[in-house]
């Protein structure tokens, strides 16, 4: 995940491990009093890194940063409460080979891309069995982020589970891929990616591919299959951030990077094409962010109740007979065109350099 700036302006995580260390001091580990001023503590630290990110953004709109940004104040929240759990809740003197537990961020949030109401996807990895300290370190850690009104999408599974789970999902699959470690046993979390990418990924690029552009065409039949609608989902419709983030999970699969210069460098796209990539991920990016924090809630339509208030907050005014509001959406629609025009262009790289391997064509992405 990309450095952020005056990170503890956001959150002091060695203040917050203070903090709790004089709680542990007052109130004995294993107490109700202890957990109720822990999570005092961490809603604290939540609220105000929330609304330093929020203040950033409304500053700038760089909706990219903001994501990086409310990552960032999670993961230091989740190493902080799983360290509460492992060093005075459950504090194990002699640990067993099988009490180890690795929390990996996966799906956007493995990308270190939080919007204001996205949900924390959380894998619990451990090594053989769930053993009773495990589960209770994953229910502490599970039932604080649920108090801090978080919403969080989990799963508990073995090294092996993972691999022989996500050679049957495509949806699993696809999360591991954007897998990233936050804390606990970062050997484990190795070992982990290192048999994914070796037994799932390796050799495995076309039935990948044709997986994902089949749910892409399932996913625009359902919006509509038009860019040009009333009310554009700027998730999942057709344009929107799901089709880029398409070509950034095929991109990886393919050549194991998202690094967008990078893919400049293999030849993927051209330098033209990489601006224009940048510029509408970033558009699509703070638009999304604003909608989020408009509604407060993780909206993802721009409804035309919100079109209005969205357009004044990403500072488009009335020019020249054109309202503010048509600007933004003719700009909406522009980048729409964009990231379909993008796709098109990935499609037929990629199709000409899978023809070069085996000679068989791959489906379209229109």
């Not at 450095?3 to 260390?21: M, T």
């Not at 990418?197 to 919006?223: C, N, P, T, Y």
Request: net charge positive; proline share 3%.
């Amino acid at each position: 995940m990309e450095k952020i700036p005056n990170q503890k302006e956001i959150i002091d995580r060695r203040a917050l491990v203070q903090s709790i260390a004089k709680a542990a001091d007052k109130f004995a580990p294993s107490s109700f009093e202890f957990r109720q001023e822990i999570l005092r503590q961490f809603k604290t630290s939540l609220d105000h890194g929330s609304k330093v990110v929020e203040k950033r953004f409304q500053q700038s709109s760089k909706g990219r940063a903001m994501m990086y940004a409310q990552s960032f104040l999670v993961d230091q929240l989740i190493r902080a409460i799983f360290d509460v759990a492992t060093q005075y809740v459950y504090q194990l003197s002699n640990p067993t080979p099988e009490e180890k537990l690795s929390l990996v961020a996966v799906g956007g949030y493995g990308r270190g891309e939080l919007a204001p109401f996205s949900d924390v996807d959380l894998l619990f990895l451990f090594p053989y069995k769930q053993t009773s300290w495990c589960e209770q370190v994953i229910e502490f850690v599970l039932y604080m982020l649920w108090d801090l009104g978080l919403k969080v999408g989990h799963s508990t599974r073995t090294v092996d589970e993972c691999v022989r789970l996500a050679k049957k999902d495509t949806t699993i699959q696809t999360a591991l891929l954007e897998a990233r470690y936050v804390w606990g046993d970062q050997d484990m979390f190795k070992e982990m990616y290192r048999k994914y990418m070796k037994d799932v990924v390796s050799g495995h690029s076309r039935e990948f591919i044709e997986a994902k552009l089949q749910e892409r065409k399932e996913r625009h039949d359902r919006f509509g299959n038009s860019r040009y609608v009333v009310a554009p989902n700027i998730k999942e419709g057709k344009g929107g951030l799901r089709d880029l983030q398409t070509l950034f999970w095929i991109a990886k699969f393919l050549h194991g990077t998202t690094d967008i210069s990078k893919l400049v460098k293999l030849g993927v796209f051209t330098e033209k094409e990489r601006r224009r990539f940048t510029k509408a991920s970033n558009f699509l990016r703070s638009v999304r962010c604003h909608l989020h924090y408009l509604t407060g809630r993780p909206e993802e339509r721009i409804t035309f109740d919100v079109q209005t208030e969205l357009a004044k907050r990403l500072r488009y005014k009335d020019h020249a007979g054109t309202s503010g509001v048509e600007r933004f959406m003719k700009h909406y629609f522009l980048v729409a065109k964009d990231v379909g025009d993008l796709t098109r262009i990935f499609c037929a790289n990629l199709e000409a350099e899978q023809q070069k391997k085996s000679r068989l064509p791959i489906p379209r992405f229109g």
